[in-house]
């Protein structure tokens, strides 16, 4: 045991197939180990700017406003309440799912009045619910929706959402944590005003930045507040004056992270991302039949399924938490529990960006058959 506590940390690589992180490229490894920078280095500040472009890309925008929050995905979904919400505005938020409950709290806390429009977990909300709340609710500042709700599984259609905003002051907020490099996000297409994610999921970077896009529309809102944003951090126009033109200090940036996030977003572009996209619909389908196969039953609802988390029901007899104590100890496979009230009742399996392969859904099927 000594070596443990007075060595070096060995953690046992594992095949991260739970709700995220994903595995890590060994290149995006190789980055972060190159040397840190100060924060208003020209080398820091061009990596900065290709991160930018390559954002853009995956974000399939024009948006100039496009960067990365040196914090987790919970930061995107801070930063986009704190700077669109003042206290007593409304905000209509669908409500299917732990994230979407988040997202509640997140926008009361900013002082929102906040329309629940509550949808069944496992389900997508109905995009004509959220549209009757917007029409009873004209002055509603933003809808905000989650596109890959982690804790079930499901997909959230946003276009037709999207679209009737587009011709509205309502600003449309979406959470791509989960889906962003893993499933189309078109943000200009569908009409996403504010569209945040997270570098540990699809994106295969380690956990640590939450790229953020936001529309001229949206940036005209900013403009014009009543009051200052309530937080310093998370001040959207702050940040842009570090990664824009002016390059005015903000804080110190995590480079190592953004030489990582910098890789990570190469290797997206060059798989390609309709390539990439059809890579997790493939072997996310196939997923899902094996585990089919298996006995287990698909939790989220068809046709709004998620191709880079599978969610399903255990079946009577399987011990959730000793299954998947066995599947990490033995087989080294991590596999997410059920959250808030479908804990124990589901697992959630990703196959997110590097993870996303062949032969881990193989190690994971072959190590099932074994244990159950
Ligand atoms: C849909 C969704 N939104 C937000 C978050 C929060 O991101 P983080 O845990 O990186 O702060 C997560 C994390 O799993 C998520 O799945």
């Known amino acids: 045991m000594d070596q443990w506590i007075v060595g070096n940390l060995h953690p046992i690589p594992r095949i991260l197939m739970g709700p995220g992180p994903s595995n890590v490229h060994y290149r995006v490894y190789q980055a972060m180990m190159t040397p840190v920078i100060g924060y208003l280095d020209p080398q820091l500040l061009s990596c900065m700017d290709e991160i930018s472009e390559m954002l853009r890309v995956v974000f399939q925008t024009k948006n100039p406003l496009t960067l990365a929050i040196s914090a987790t995905g919970s930061s995107g ?7 669109f919400v ?44 959220i549209i009757k709340a917007l029409k009873e609710n004209p002055q509603t500042k933003v809808c905000g929706l989650v596109h890959g709700e982690t804790s079930t599984g499901v997909m959230q259609p946003l276009e037709e959402i999207g679209s009737y905003c587009k011709k509205r002051e ?16 078109k943000v200009d297409e569908w009409g996403i005003d504010v569209c945040y994610s997270s570098s540990q999921k699809c994106l295969s970077v380690p956990p640590g930045l939450s790229p953020i896009t936001v529309s001229a529309k949206a940036k005209d809102l900013l403009r014009s507040r009543k009051t200052k944003v309530q937080s310093f951090y998370f001040d959207l126009l702050l940040l842009e004056k570090y990664w824009g033109e002016e390059r005015v200090y903000h804080h110190t940036a995590p480079a190592s992270m953004f030489y990582a996030l910098r890789e990570g977003l190469r290797i997206i572009m060059e798989e390609g991302l309709e390539e990439r996209f059809k ?23 068809e046709g709004f399924r998620l191709p880079m988390l599978t969610s399903v029901v255990l079946p009577d007899g399987v ?5 998947r104590r066995r599947l990490l ?35 994971l099927i072959g190590a099932l058959k074994e244990i159950l």
């Open 86 to 129: 003042e206290p007593g505005d409304t905000v209509v938020i669908g409500v299917n799912g732990f994230f979407a409950a988040r997202m509640v709290e997140v926008a009361s806390r900013c002082g929102a009045r906040v329309i629940q429009i509550e949808q069944e977990w496992g389900k997508a909300v109905e995009p004509e619910r």
């Open 77 to 83: 979904m801070e930063a986009s309440f704190v700077n």
């Open 170 to 185: 309502t600003l449309l907020v979406v959470d791509a944590v989960t889906t962003l490099g893993g499933a189309p996000v």
């Open 329 to 363: 100890e033995q087989y080294q496979i991590e596999v997410g529990g059920g959250l808030g009230p479908l804990k124990g009742k589901i697992w959630r399996i990703g196959l997110m960006g590097e993870t996303c392969k062949m032969q881990n859904i193989a190690c």
């Open 319 to 323: 011990d959730d938490a000793q299954v």
């Open 279 to 301: 890579r997790h619909q493939t072997l996310g389908d196939h997923l899902k039949m094996e585990l089919e196969g298996l006995g287990f039953k698909l939790f989220a609802q």
